[in-house]
C-alpha cells in the first residue's frame, strides 16, 4: 500500500517549490509546457458557462482564458498558498475569476465557490504532480454537469524520444512531475460501461512528450445504451485499452 502525503505536507512541498520559482515560473516554462492552449480550446468556452480549473497555479491559463471569454466565468483552485499569491496579482481587475486554497483530491466545488458543478474542467500538468491524482480525476468527473467537458493535458510517455526516453522519465521524476503512464486505463475504468454517460478520447503529440485527454459528460445518458463507444476515441487511443 503507498503511503501518500497529507494535504498539509504535500502544500507545504508545494510552497517550498515555488516559493521563488513562481516569480518566473511563467517565464521558464513556455518552452516546455506544451499544449495548454490547445487544451483550453477543447472547453469550447461560451458566453455564461461556468469553467474550473484544478492546479491553477500562477493564474496563467485562468487569465487568458479570461481575456478570450469575459462573458464566463472561472474558478481556480490549487494547493499552494505561494502560487496563489502569484495568481492573485495577476488577476486583479477580473471581477469573473474566483480563487480558493483547496487539495485537488479532497474537495467541493459548492463549499469553496457555491457550485455543484461546472460545464468545463481543466487540468493542465497538474495532475502527474499530485501524489492522489486518482482521486482528483474521480471528483473533476463529479463536478462535471451534463454536455461539460473535462480537458487534461500532461506529460506522456515519450515513445518519439529513442535513447532519451529513459531519462526524460527519471528528469521529470525528480522534479515532483511524474509520467503518468496509466492516464488512459484509469480513465477507461471510469467512464466505459457507464450506459453513455461519457465519451473520452485520448492522443500524444510532439512525439510523445504531452498527452491531451477529453472526456464529454451526455446531456441524456443511459438512453442510448447500445450506442458504441469506439466511434468516438482516437485511433491513437486503442491500444491503451486494457484486455
Known amino acids: 500500500m503507498t503511503d501518500h502525503p497529507s494535504s498539509a505536507d504535500h502544500g507545504q512541498a508545494m510552497d517550498r517549490k515555488y516559493r521563488r520559482a513562481r516569480h518566473v515560473y511563467d517565464l521558464t516554462r513556455f518552452g516546455f509546457l506544451l499544449g495548454r492552449n490547445r ?16 492546479g491553477c497555479g500562477t493564474g496563467r491559463n485562468l487569465h487568458l482564458m479570461s481575456k478570450r471569454s469575459d462573458n464566463a466565468h472561472f ?4 494547493i499552494s498558498e505561494e502560487m496563489l499569491k502569484s495568481a492573485t496579482r495577476k488577476l486583479q481587475g477580473t471581477p469573473n475569476i474566483k480563487l480558493a486554497k483547496a487539495d485537488a483530491s479532497n474537495f467541493s466545488g459548492q463549499e469553496l465557490f457555491g457550485k455543484r458543478t461546472f460545464d468545463g474542467i ?3 500538468f497538474t495532475l ?7 482521486k482528483t480525476l474521480d471528483l473533476a468527473l463529479s463536478h462535471l454537469g451534463p454536455q461539460g467537458v473535462v480537458s487534461i493535458v500532461d506529460f506522456g510517455d515519450f515513445s518519439g524520444f529513442g535513447p532519451l ?12 512531475a511524474p509520467p503518468l503512464p496509466d492516464l488512459w486505463d484509469q480513465i477507461y475504468e471510469r467512464t466505459f460501461g457507464k450506459d ?26 443511459g ?14 487511443s486503442q491500444p491503451h485499452r486494457k484486455a
Open 39 to 54: 487544451a483550453i480550446q477543447a472547453l469550447a468556452i461560451q458566453p455564461g458557462k461556468h469553467i474550473l480549473e484544478i
Open 75 to 78: 474558478y481556480g483552485l490549487d
Open 122 to 124: 481543466l487540468m493542465s
Open 128 to 134: 502527474s504532480m499530485m501524489p492522489q491524482w486518482h
Open 165 to 176: 526516453r529513459s531519462w526524460a522519465i527519471t528528469e521529470l521524476g525528480k522534479h515532483q
Open 196 to 221: 453513455g454517460k461519457y465519451y473520452p478520447s485520448l492522443r500524444q503529440a510532439y512525439r510523445g512528450f504531452v498527452q491531451f485527454a477529453t472526456i464529454q459528460k451526455s446531456m441524456n445518458f
Open 223 to 236: 438512453k442510448d445504451t447500445n450506442r458504441a463507444h469506439d466511434d468516438v476515441i482516437s485511433p491513437i
